[in-house]
Protein backbone atom coordinates (compact mmCIF):
# COMPACT_ATOMS: atom_id res chain seq x y z
CA UNK A 1 0.00 0.00 0.00
CA UNK A 2 1.30 3.83 -0.80
CA UNK A 3 1.65 6.15 1.84
CA UNK A 4 1.57 9.92 0.75
CA UNK A 5 2.19 12.44 3.13
CA UNK A 6 2.51 16.34 3.47
CA UNK A 7 6.51 17.68 3.28
CA UNK A 8 6.79 21.21 5.39
CA UNK A 9 9.61 22.55 6.07
CA UNK A 10 12.55 20.16 5.42
CA UNK A 11 10.34 16.82 6.96
CA UNK A 12 7.79 14.77 6.25
CA UNK A 13 4.99 16.02 8.05
CA UNK A 14 3.71 14.35 11.10
CA UNK A 15 0.89 15.23 13.60
CA UNK A 16 -1.31 12.53 15.68
CA UNK A 17 -4.89 12.43 14.22
CA UNK A 18 -4.48 13.63 11.12
CA UNK A 19 -7.60 12.58 8.47
CA UNK A 20 -6.87 9.56 5.95
CA UNK A 21 -8.41 9.80 2.00
CA UNK A 22 -7.68 6.55 -0.06
CA UNK A 23 -6.38 6.76 -3.42
CA UNK A 24 -8.14 4.82 -5.61
CA UNK A 25 -6.63 2.81 -9.18
CA UNK A 26 -8.68 4.20 -11.40
CA UNK A 27 -8.51 1.02 -13.64
CA UNK A 28 -9.61 -1.39 -10.48
CA UNK A 29 -11.11 1.05 -8.47
CA UNK A 30 -9.57 -0.37 -5.61
CA UNK A 31 -7.63 1.46 -3.26
CA UNK A 32 -3.77 1.56 -3.55
CA UNK A 33 -3.27 3.46 -0.79
CA UNK A 34 -3.89 6.34 1.39
CA UNK A 35 -3.05 10.21 1.63
CA UNK A 36 -2.83 12.16 4.64
CA UNK A 37 -4.53 15.77 5.16
CA UNK A 38 -2.85 17.90 6.77
CA UNK A 39 -4.00 19.97 9.56
CA UNK A 40 -4.02 23.95 9.84
CA UNK A 41 -0.70 24.00 12.30
CA UNK A 42 0.72 22.15 9.15
CA UNK A 43 -0.75 24.55 7.03
CA UNK A 44 1.06 27.42 9.24
CA UNK A 45 4.11 25.74 9.18
CA UNK A 46 4.37 25.51 5.67
CA UNK A 47 3.49 29.45 5.11
CA UNK A 48 6.56 29.67 7.78
CA UNK A 49 8.61 27.49 6.14
CA UNK A 50 8.14 29.75 2.71
CA UNK A 51 8.61 33.30 3.79
CA UNK A 52 12.29 31.84 5.32
CA UNK A 53 12.69 29.89 2.44
CA UNK A 54 12.19 33.10 0.34
CA UNK A 55 15.22 34.65 2.28
CA UNK A 56 17.74 31.61 1.14
CA UNK A 57 16.56 31.20 -2.43
CA UNK A 58 16.22 34.67 -3.35
CA UNK A 59 20.01 35.13 -2.85
CA UNK A 60 21.81 32.84 -4.79
CA UNK A 61 22.21 33.89 -8.32
CA UNK A 62 20.90 32.37 -11.14
CA UNK A 63 23.22 30.35 -12.23
CA UNK A 64 23.38 28.59 -8.44
CA UNK A 65 19.53 28.06 -9.15
CA UNK A 66 19.72 26.29 -12.22
CA UNK A 67 22.78 24.34 -11.04
CA UNK A 68 20.34 22.41 -8.68
CA UNK A 69 16.98 22.31 -10.65
CA UNK A 70 19.53 20.44 -13.41
CA UNK A 71 20.73 18.13 -11.02
CA UNK A 72 16.38 17.38 -10.09
CA UNK A 73 16.18 16.96 -13.94
CA UNK A 74 18.84 14.08 -14.00
CA UNK A 75 17.37 12.47 -11.12
CA UNK A 76 14.09 12.77 -13.03
CA UNK A 77 15.29 11.37 -15.42
CA UNK A 78 17.12 8.52 -13.80
CA UNK A 79 13.63 7.62 -12.14
CA UNK A 80 11.28 7.90 -15.34
CA UNK A 81 10.27 4.24 -14.84
CA UNK A 82 9.33 3.97 -11.90
CA UNK A 83 7.30 6.86 -11.78
CA UNK A 84 5.61 6.55 -14.87
CA UNK A 85 4.43 3.42 -13.01
CA UNK A 86 2.90 5.50 -10.30
CA UNK A 87 1.27 7.69 -12.27
CA UNK A 88 -0.32 4.99 -14.39
CA UNK A 89 -1.41 3.45 -11.27
CA UNK A 90 -3.02 6.58 -9.49
CA UNK A 91 -3.95 8.40 -12.81
CA UNK A 92 -4.80 5.33 -15.15
CA UNK A 93 -2.86 6.90 -18.20
CA UNK A 94 -1.04 4.26 -20.27
CA UNK A 95 2.68 3.46 -19.28
CA UNK A 96 4.38 5.26 -22.54
CA UNK A 97 2.31 8.60 -21.63
CA UNK A 98 3.13 8.42 -18.19
CA UNK A 99 6.88 8.01 -19.34
CA UNK A 100 6.40 10.87 -21.63
CA UNK A 101 4.88 13.35 -19.38
CA UNK A 102 8.47 12.07 -17.20
CA UNK A 103 10.51 13.39 -20.12
CA UNK A 104 8.19 16.50 -20.22
CA UNK A 105 8.50 17.45 -16.99
CA UNK A 106 12.26 17.32 -16.95
CA UNK A 107 12.71 19.30 -20.24
CA UNK A 108 10.46 21.81 -18.70
CA UNK A 109 12.43 22.49 -15.68
CA UNK A 110 15.58 22.23 -17.64
CA UNK A 111 14.74 25.08 -20.01
CA UNK A 112 13.20 27.13 -17.25
CA UNK A 113 16.75 26.39 -15.59
CA UNK A 114 18.38 28.17 -18.38
CA UNK A 115 16.05 31.36 -18.05
CA UNK A 116 17.05 31.78 -14.63
CA UNK A 117 20.43 33.67 -15.53
CA UNK A 118 18.51 35.17 -17.99
CA UNK A 119 16.48 37.46 -15.78
CA UNK A 120 17.55 40.42 -17.63
CA UNK A 121 16.71 43.96 -15.88
CA UNK A 122 16.98 47.50 -18.23
CA UNK A 123 19.18 50.17 -18.07
CA UNK A 124 17.26 53.56 -19.01
CA UNK A 125 19.06 56.50 -20.69
CA UNK A 126 18.22 59.10 -18.18
CA UNK A 127 16.85 62.90 -18.64
CA UNK A 128 19.52 64.41 -16.51
CA UNK A 129 23.30 64.44 -16.11
CA UNK A 130 24.06 62.53 -12.84
CA UNK A 131 21.34 60.33 -12.74
CA UNK A 132 21.25 56.30 -13.45
CA UNK A 133 17.96 54.55 -14.15
CA UNK A 134 17.70 50.82 -13.58
CA UNK A 135 14.83 48.42 -14.19
CA UNK A 136 15.21 45.63 -11.86
CA UNK A 137 13.22 42.02 -12.02
CA UNK A 138 12.77 40.67 -8.73
CA UNK A 139 11.17 37.25 -7.57
CA UNK A 140 7.70 38.24 -6.02
CA UNK A 141 7.49 36.43 -3.03
CA UNK A 142 6.52 32.48 -1.56
CA UNK A 143 3.92 31.14 -4.00
CA UNK A 144 1.12 29.31 -3.63
CA UNK A 145 0.46 26.58 -6.40
CA UNK A 146 -2.44 24.21 -6.85
CA UNK A 147 -2.52 20.98 -9.00
CA UNK A 148 -4.94 18.79 -10.63
CA UNK A 149 -5.11 15.47 -11.35
CA UNK A 150 -4.85 14.71 -15.33
CA UNK A 151 -1.41 15.86 -15.36
CA UNK A 152 0.28 15.02 -12.21
CA UNK A 153 3.91 15.58 -12.77
CA UNK A 154 3.83 18.33 -15.54
CA UNK A 155 1.51 20.36 -13.83
CA UNK A 156 3.52 20.59 -10.74
CA UNK A 157 6.48 20.66 -12.61
CA UNK A 158 6.05 23.33 -14.58
CA UNK A 159 5.29 25.36 -11.33
CA UNK A 160 7.80 24.42 -9.45
CA UNK A 161 10.22 25.44 -12.20
CA UNK A 162 9.02 29.05 -13.49
CA UNK A 163 8.88 30.00 -9.57
CA UNK A 164 12.38 28.52 -8.64
CA UNK A 165 13.58 30.00 -11.73
CA UNK A 166 12.84 33.47 -10.34
CA UNK A 167 14.24 32.91 -7.10
CA UNK A 168 10.68 31.93 -5.43
CA UNK A 169 9.64 30.15 -2.74
CA UNK A 170 6.83 27.90 -2.80
CA UNK A 171 3.93 25.56 -1.35
CA UNK A 172 2.82 23.23 -3.91
CA UNK A 173 -0.82 21.64 -3.76
CA UNK A 174 -1.22 18.87 -5.95
CA UNK A 175 -4.37 16.86 -6.40
CA UNK A 176 -4.94 14.76 -3.63
CA UNK A 177 -6.47 12.25 -5.57
CA UNK A 178 -2.66 11.64 -7.25
CA UNK A 179 -0.39 12.18 -4.59
CA UNK A 180 2.21 9.84 -4.87
CA UNK A 181 3.55 11.30 -8.65
CA UNK A 182 3.79 15.18 -7.35
CA UNK A 183 5.80 13.30 -4.44
CA UNK A 184 8.23 12.30 -6.64
CA UNK A 185 8.71 15.22 -8.12
CA UNK A 186 9.13 17.13 -5.00
CA UNK A 187 11.73 14.12 -3.64
CA UNK A 188 13.84 14.64 -7.01
CA UNK A 189 14.23 18.47 -5.96
CA UNK A 190 14.64 17.75 -2.15
CA UNK A 191 17.70 14.86 -3.35
CA UNK A 192 18.91 17.28 -5.84
CA UNK A 193 20.24 19.22 -2.51
CA UNK A 194 17.30 22.11 -2.67
CA UNK A 195 17.67 23.82 0.87
CA UNK A 196 14.87 23.34 3.32
CA UNK A 197 11.94 25.23 3.28
CA UNK A 198 12.26 26.82 -0.38
CA UNK A 199 9.82 23.62 -1.67
CA UNK A 200 7.02 22.81 0.98
CA UNK A 201 4.28 20.09 -0.28
CA UNK A 202 1.16 19.75 1.29
CA UNK A 203 -2.13 17.45 0.46
CA UNK A 204 -5.58 19.21 1.95
CA UNK A 205 -8.99 19.39 2.26
CA UNK A 206 -8.60 21.75 -1.06
CA UNK A 207 -11.32 24.22 0.14
CA UNK A 208 -9.69 24.62 3.24
CA UNK A 209 -6.30 24.68 2.22
CA UNK A 210 -6.76 27.30 -0.47
CA UNK A 211 -8.35 29.51 1.97
CA UNK A 212 -5.46 29.22 4.33
CA UNK A 213 -3.25 29.85 1.84
CA UNK A 214 -4.15 32.83 -0.06
CA UNK A 215 -5.54 34.46 2.73
CA UNK A 216 -1.98 34.53 4.35
CA UNK A 217 -0.05 37.49 4.20
CA UNK A 218 3.40 35.19 3.41
CA UNK A 219 1.77 34.46 0.06
CA UNK A 220 2.58 36.78 -2.85
CA UNK A 221 1.29 34.75 -5.58
CA UNK A 222 -0.41 32.15 -6.58
CA UNK A 223 -0.70 29.81 -9.62
CA UNK A 224 -3.75 27.45 -10.57
CA UNK A 225 -4.63 24.61 -12.52
CA UNK A 226 -8.21 23.26 -12.72
CA UNK A 227 -11.76 24.28 -13.55
CA UNK A 228 -12.95 27.62 -14.27
CA UNK A 229 -15.72 27.33 -11.82
CA UNK A 230 -12.81 26.81 -9.04
CA UNK A 231 -10.50 29.55 -10.46
CA UNK A 232 -12.89 32.08 -9.84
CA UNK A 233 -13.22 31.24 -6.32
CA UNK A 234 -9.35 31.45 -5.78
CA UNK A 235 -9.00 34.73 -7.93
CA UNK A 236 -11.98 36.50 -5.31
CA UNK A 237 -9.72 35.04 -2.26
CA UNK A 238 -6.69 36.31 -4.25
CA UNK A 239 -8.26 39.55 -4.67
CA UNK A 240 -8.49 40.50 -1.03
CA UNK A 241 -4.63 40.41 -0.95
CA UNK A 242 -4.28 42.07 -4.17
CA UNK A 243 -1.96 38.79 -4.82
CA UNK A 244 -0.72 38.05 -8.78
CA UNK A 245 -2.22 35.35 -10.08
CA UNK A 246 -1.83 32.55 -13.13
CA UNK A 247 -4.67 31.02 -13.95
CA UNK A 248 -4.64 28.23 -16.18
CA UNK A 249 -8.24 27.30 -16.36
CA UNK A 250 -11.05 24.55 -18.73
CA UNK A 251 -11.11 25.30 -21.98
CA UNK A 252 -13.21 24.00 -25.27
CA UNK A 253 -11.01 24.06 -28.43
CA UNK A 254 -12.84 24.12 -31.31
CA UNK A 255 -11.69 22.46 -34.53
CA UNK A 256 -12.08 23.73 -37.69
CA UNK A 257 -11.29 20.97 -40.41
CA UNK A 258 -11.41 23.08 -43.94
CA UNK A 259 -12.50 21.05 -47.44
CA UNK A 260 -8.97 21.47 -48.83
CA UNK A 261 -7.54 18.68 -46.58
CA UNK A 262 -7.88 14.41 -46.77
CA UNK A 263 -10.58 14.10 -44.58
CA UNK A 264 -9.17 10.60 -43.98
CA UNK A 265 -5.54 11.51 -42.79
CA UNK A 266 -6.85 14.70 -41.04
CA UNK A 267 -9.63 12.34 -39.05
CA UNK A 268 -6.55 10.04 -38.25
CA UNK A 269 -4.89 12.69 -36.56
CA UNK A 270 -7.54 14.06 -34.45
CA UNK A 271 -8.58 11.21 -33.04
CA UNK A 272 -4.64 10.38 -31.29
CA UNK A 273 -5.11 13.75 -30.14
CA UNK A 274 -8.92 13.83 -28.74
CA UNK A 275 -8.15 10.44 -26.89
CA UNK A 276 -4.75 11.52 -25.38
CA UNK A 277 -5.35 11.11 -21.64
CA UNK A 278 -8.88 9.83 -22.13
CA UNK A 279 -9.84 13.13 -23.40
CA UNK A 280 -8.45 14.60 -19.43
CA UNK A 281 -6.92 17.42 -21.51
CA UNK A 282 -7.60 21.33 -21.12
CA UNK A 283 -6.02 21.91 -24.88
CA UNK A 284 -8.25 18.65 -25.75
CA UNK A 285 -9.28 18.95 -28.97
CA UNK A 286 -12.80 19.16 -28.00
CA UNK A 287 -15.37 20.41 -30.93
CA UNK A 288 -14.97 19.79 -34.22
CA UNK A 289 -16.27 21.93 -37.22
CA UNK A 290 -16.28 20.18 -40.95
CA UNK A 291 -17.08 21.84 -44.19
CA UNK A 292 -19.19 20.20 -45.86
CA UNK A 293 -17.66 18.93 -48.76
CA UNK A 294 -15.32 16.31 -46.40
CA UNK A 295 -17.55 16.11 -43.55
CA UNK A 296 -19.55 12.62 -44.24
CA UNK A 297 -15.92 11.31 -44.90
CA UNK A 298 -14.21 12.66 -41.65
CA UNK A 299 -17.06 11.72 -39.56
CA UNK A 300 -16.50 8.05 -40.74
CA UNK A 301 -12.90 7.93 -40.30
CA UNK A 302 -13.07 9.68 -37.30
CA UNK A 303 -14.89 7.16 -35.74
CA UNK A 304 -13.41 3.87 -37.55
CA UNK A 305 -10.03 5.05 -36.00
CA UNK A 306 -11.53 5.96 -32.63
CA UNK A 307 -13.21 2.53 -32.46
CA UNK A 308 -10.47 0.86 -32.86
CA UNK A 309 -8.68 2.47 -30.00
CA UNK A 310 -7.76 -0.17 -27.44
CA UNK A 311 -8.59 0.85 -24.03
CA UNK A 312 -7.49 -0.82 -20.80
CA UNK A 313 -5.43 -0.67 -17.76
CA UNK A 314 -2.82 1.47 -18.64
CA UNK A 315 -0.25 -1.13 -17.01
CA UNK A 316 -0.79 -3.11 -20.06
CA UNK A 317 1.79 -2.35 -23.06
CA UNK A 318 -0.87 -2.65 -25.75
CA UNK A 319 -3.56 -0.34 -23.70
CA UNK A 320 -3.67 3.39 -26.18
CA UNK A 321 -6.06 4.54 -23.70
CA UNK A 322 -7.24 4.26 -20.34
CA UNK A 323 -9.61 4.73 -17.32
CA UNK A 324 -10.89 8.09 -16.70
CA UNK A 325 -9.32 8.91 -13.60
CA UNK A 326 -12.08 8.96 -11.33
CA UNK A 327 -15.72 7.99 -10.61
CA UNK A 328 -16.67 11.75 -11.50
CA UNK A 329 -15.49 11.73 -14.60
CA UNK A 330 -17.24 8.27 -15.94
CA UNK A 331 -20.80 9.86 -14.33
CA UNK A 332 -19.78 12.42 -16.15
CA UNK A 333 -19.77 10.53 -19.71
CA UNK A 334 -22.92 8.73 -18.66
CA UNK A 335 -24.48 11.83 -17.99
CA UNK A 336 -23.09 13.91 -20.87
CA UNK A 337 -23.90 10.66 -23.38
CA UNK A 338 -27.23 10.92 -22.35
CA UNK A 339 -27.70 14.82 -22.77
CA UNK A 340 -26.21 14.86 -26.47
CA UNK A 341 -28.44 12.28 -27.55
CA UNK A 342 -31.89 14.36 -26.58
CA UNK A 343 -30.33 17.01 -27.51
CA UNK A 344 -30.13 16.10 -31.27
CA UNK A 345 -26.83 14.45 -31.86
CA UNK A 346 -26.50 11.00 -33.84
CA UNK A 347 -23.98 8.55 -31.62
CA UNK A 348 -21.66 6.94 -34.47
CA UNK A 349 -19.26 5.24 -32.20
CA UNK A 350 -19.23 4.12 -27.71
CA UNK A 351 -21.55 5.71 -25.45
CA UNK A 352 -21.71 3.01 -23.23
CA UNK A 353 -19.58 2.58 -19.69
CA UNK A 354 -17.46 -0.69 -20.47
CA UNK A 355 -18.68 -3.50 -17.98
CA UNK A 356 -16.47 -4.78 -15.40
CA UNK A 357 -13.96 -3.08 -12.79
CA UNK A 358 -12.86 0.55 -12.83
CA UNK A 359 -13.42 3.28 -14.62
CA UNK A 360 -13.72 2.52 -18.49
CA UNK A 361 -15.60 4.46 -20.98
CA UNK A 362 -14.93 4.09 -24.66
CA UNK A 363 -14.51 6.75 -27.10
CA UNK A 364 -17.48 8.11 -28.16
CA UNK A 365 -18.38 10.20 -31.38
CA UNK A 366 -21.61 11.84 -32.19
CA UNK A 367 -21.99 14.02 -35.46
CA UNK A 368 -24.35 16.49 -36.73
CA UNK A 369 -24.58 17.89 -32.93
CA UNK A 370 -26.53 21.35 -32.91
CA UNK A 371 -24.38 24.12 -31.39
CA UNK A 372 -27.07 24.56 -28.52
CA UNK A 373 -26.28 20.92 -27.20
CA UNK A 374 -24.86 20.86 -23.80
CA UNK A 375 -22.08 19.25 -25.27
CA UNK A 376 -20.60 21.83 -27.63
CA UNK A 377 -20.88 24.26 -24.19
CA UNK A 378 -19.70 22.49 -21.57
CA UNK A 379 -15.81 21.14 -21.67
CA UNK A 380 -16.82 17.09 -22.18
CA UNK A 381 -13.24 16.54 -20.18
CA UNK A 382 -13.50 12.89 -21.13
CA UNK A 383 -13.75 10.62 -24.54
CA UNK A 384 -16.25 12.10 -25.93
CA UNK A 385 -16.64 14.41 -28.97
CA UNK A 386 -19.22 16.29 -31.11
CA UNK A 387 -18.59 16.88 -34.73
CA UNK A 388 -20.81 19.76 -37.09
CA UNK A 389 -20.87 20.50 -40.26
CA UNK A 390 -20.14 24.61 -41.53
CA UNK A 391 -20.26 25.99 -44.82
CA UNK A 392 -18.98 29.06 -45.01
CA UNK A 393 -15.13 30.09 -43.42
CA UNK A 394 -16.64 33.60 -41.34
CA UNK A 395 -19.50 31.41 -39.82
CA UNK A 396 -16.94 28.54 -38.78
CA UNK A 397 -15.12 31.26 -37.27
CA UNK A 398 -17.66 32.34 -35.53
CA UNK A 399 -18.90 29.43 -34.31
CA UNK A 400 -15.65 28.60 -32.77
CA UNK A 401 -15.08 31.64 -31.27
CA UNK A 402 -19.26 31.55 -29.78
CA UNK A 403 -18.03 29.95 -25.78
CA UNK A 404 -16.75 32.22 -23.28
CA UNK A 405 -13.33 29.61 -23.20
CA UNK A 406 -10.01 30.87 -25.17
CA UNK A 407 -7.34 28.23 -23.93
CA UNK A 408 -6.38 25.94 -27.32
CA UNK A 409 -8.03 26.37 -31.05
CA UNK A 410 -6.81 24.54 -34.24
CA UNK A 411 -7.59 24.51 -37.83
CA UNK A 412 -6.50 22.04 -40.58
CA UNK A 413 -5.84 23.36 -43.97
CA UNK A 414 -3.28 23.23 -46.74
CA UNK A 415 -4.62 26.81 -47.84
CA UNK A 416 -2.31 29.62 -46.59
CA UNK A 417 -4.50 32.06 -46.69
CA UNK A 418 -6.98 30.12 -44.54
CA UNK A 419 -4.09 29.14 -41.94
CA UNK A 420 -3.41 32.79 -41.70
CA UNK A 421 -7.35 33.57 -41.08
CA UNK A 422 -7.53 30.88 -38.59
CA UNK A 423 -3.95 32.16 -36.60
CA UNK A 424 -5.75 35.91 -36.42
CA UNK A 425 -9.40 35.19 -36.06
CA UNK A 426 -9.42 32.20 -33.18
CA UNK A 427 -9.53 33.50 -29.81
CA UNK A 428 -7.66 31.52 -27.79
CA UNK A 429 -4.03 31.78 -25.91
CA UNK A 430 -2.89 28.57 -28.49
CA UNK A 431 -3.22 28.04 -31.81
CA UNK A 432 -2.44 24.99 -33.74
CA UNK A 433 -2.36 24.49 -37.72
CA UNK A 434 -2.26 21.00 -39.23
CA UNK A 435 -1.05 19.36 -35.76
CA UNK A 436 -2.14 18.95 -32.16
CA UNK A 437 1.26 20.18 -30.16
CA UNK A 438 0.21 23.05 -28.57
CA UNK A 439 3.12 23.38 -25.93
CA UNK A 440 6.73 22.65 -25.45
CA UNK A 441 8.81 24.36 -22.93
CA UNK A 442 9.74 27.53 -24.87
CA UNK A 443 5.71 28.60 -25.65
CA UNK A 444 3.82 30.26 -23.26
CA UNK A 445 0.85 27.78 -22.36
CA UNK A 446 -2.31 29.70 -20.97
CA UNK A 447 -5.78 30.88 -22.28
CA UNK A 448 -7.66 33.83 -23.13
CA UNK A 449 -11.26 34.46 -21.85
CA UNK A 450 -12.94 32.61 -18.94
CA UNK A 451 -9.72 30.00 -19.75
CA UNK A 452 -7.93 32.47 -17.58
CA UNK A 453 -4.63 34.52 -17.51
CA UNK A 454 -0.64 34.62 -17.76
CA UNK A 455 1.37 31.81 -19.16
CA UNK A 456 3.57 28.93 -17.62
CA UNK A 457 6.73 27.90 -19.56
CA UNK A 458 8.35 30.41 -22.34
CA UNK A 459 9.92 33.91 -21.37
CA UNK A 460 6.51 34.32 -19.88
CA UNK A 461 6.28 32.03 -17.69
CA UNK A 462 9.41 33.28 -16.07
CA UNK A 463 8.22 36.63 -15.77
CA UNK A 464 5.09 35.18 -13.93
CA UNK A 465 7.35 34.87 -11.14
CA UNK A 466 8.97 38.06 -11.08
CA UNK A 467 7.79 41.99 -10.32
CA UNK A 468 9.65 45.30 -11.70
CA UNK A 469 11.65 47.36 -9.59
CA UNK A 470 11.98 50.96 -10.99
CA UNK A 471 15.91 52.30 -9.46
CA UNK A 472 16.57 55.93 -9.78
CA UNK A 473 19.99 56.93 -8.17
CA UNK A 474 21.81 60.76 -8.71
CA UNK A 475 25.62 60.16 -8.08
CA UNK A 476 26.30 62.26 -4.89
P1 LIG B 1 -13.30 20.41 -9.59
O1 LIG B 1 -13.76 21.68 -10.18
O2 LIG B 1 -13.96 19.96 -8.32
O3 LIG B 1 -11.74 20.44 -9.28
C1 LIG B 1 -10.77 20.79 -10.23
C2 LIG B 1 -9.43 20.77 -9.50
O4 LIG B 1 -9.39 21.83 -8.55
C3 LIG B 1 -9.17 19.50 -8.70
O5 LIG B 1 -7.81 19.15 -8.80
C4 LIG B 1 -9.50 19.89 -7.26
O6 LIG B 1 -8.74 19.17 -6.29
C5 LIG B 1 -9.13 21.34 -7.23
N1 LIG B 1 -9.94 22.11 -6.31
C6 LIG B 1 -11.27 22.04 -6.11
N2 LIG B 1 -11.66 22.95 -5.21
C7 LIG B 1 -10.55 23.62 -4.83
C8 LIG B 1 -10.31 24.70 -3.95
N3 LIG B 1 -11.27 25.31 -3.27
N4 LIG B 1 -9.02 25.11 -3.80
C9 LIG B 1 -8.01 24.55 -4.50
N5 LIG B 1 -8.18 23.55 -5.37
C10 LIG B 1 -9.45 23.09 -5.53
O7 LIG B 1 -13.51 19.32 -10.67
P2 LIG B 1 -12.97 17.85 -10.92
O8 LIG B 1 -14.12 16.91 -10.79
O9 LIG B 1 -11.73 17.50 -10.18
O10 LIG B 1 -12.61 18.04 -12.44
C11 LIG B 1 -13.66 18.34 -13.34
C12 LIG B 1 -13.46 19.58 -14.11
O11 LIG B 1 -12.31 20.30 -13.76
C13 LIG B 1 -13.29 19.22 -15.57
O12 LIG B 1 -14.52 19.24 -16.20
C14 LIG B 1 -12.38 20.26 -16.10
O13 LIG B 1 -13.14 21.32 -16.65
C15 LIG B 1 -11.67 20.81 -14.92
N6 LIG B 1 -10.24 20.45 -14.87
C16 LIG B 1 -9.39 21.21 -15.59
C17 LIG B 1 -8.05 20.91 -15.60
C18 LIG B 1 -7.07 21.72 -16.41
O14 LIG B 1 -6.02 21.21 -16.73
N7 LIG B 1 -7.37 22.97 -16.71
C19 LIG B 1 -7.59 19.84 -14.87
C20 LIG B 1 -8.48 19.08 -14.11
C21 LIG B 1 -9.82 19.42 -14.11
Not at 410 to 432: F, I, K, N, W
Amino acid sequence: MHHARSHVAGRWYESAGLTRQPIFSPATGQSIGEVELIDAAGLDAALASAAEGFEVWRRKTGYERAALMREAVAILRSRKGDIARLMTLEQGKPLADAAGEIATSADNIEWMAEEATRAYGRLLVPRTTGIAQTVRREPIGPVAAFCPWNFPALTPARKIAGALAAGCSLILKPSEETPLTAAEVVRAFLDAGLPPHVLNLVYGAPRQVSEHLIGAEAIRKISFTGSTAVGKQLLGLAAQGVKRATMELGGHAPVIVFDDVDPVQAARQAVAAKFRNAGQVCTSPTRFYVQRGIYARFVDAFAEAASTLRVGDGLSPDTQMGPLANERRLEAMVSLTAATRADGGRLVCGGTPLEGAGYFFPPTVFADVPDSARIMNEEPFGPIVPIAPFDQVDEAIRRANRLPYGLAAYAMTRSLSRASLASEALEAGMVCINHFTVSTPSSPFGGVKESGYGSEGGVEGLDAYLVTKSVTQRST
